[in-house]
């Protein structure tokens, strides 16, 4: 599927070292709230370097030198939902490089060892694909390991 960019979608997005995971799910499903948690984590616990938030609640995808990065649409730069404080600012990336789309969903229909390539159409360009229950507490653990993963090797671990 082709698709004209810039395009918005509905979906925050948090980056490693300018790799960047595209969190999507329905309103009110912990997009925002997933990706303060990463945020919050240890820098070097678990990657490279820290989690910086890109966009929340709508990421801008363009291509720029042939790859397809995200960014916060201008509106909302630097800007997040934080439920129970309002709209916050926190600092962000200016844009970085589309690496991982996370998938929200319900916890019993997630695979404990997904078989195979995980991978998803994203605006004509295919990407790893993770399925996370947001509210887990292991959740922005396990996010932060796909997302160095992916970012070292370009896939997600079983899908090589």
Known sequence: MSVDLPVRIHATSIAVEGSAAIIRGASGTGKSDLALRCLTMAPGALTAGPAVLVADDYTELYL??????????AEIANLMEVRGLGVMEVPALES???????????????ERLPLGANEIDVVGYTLPMLRLAAFEASSPAKLLLALDFVRRHGRLPGAG
């Open 96 to 110: 970085a490089r589309a690496a991982l789309v996370v998938d929200l969903a319900e916890p019993s229909t997630i």
């Open 64 to 73: 720029e030198d042939g790859e397809l990065r995200a960014r916060a649409p």
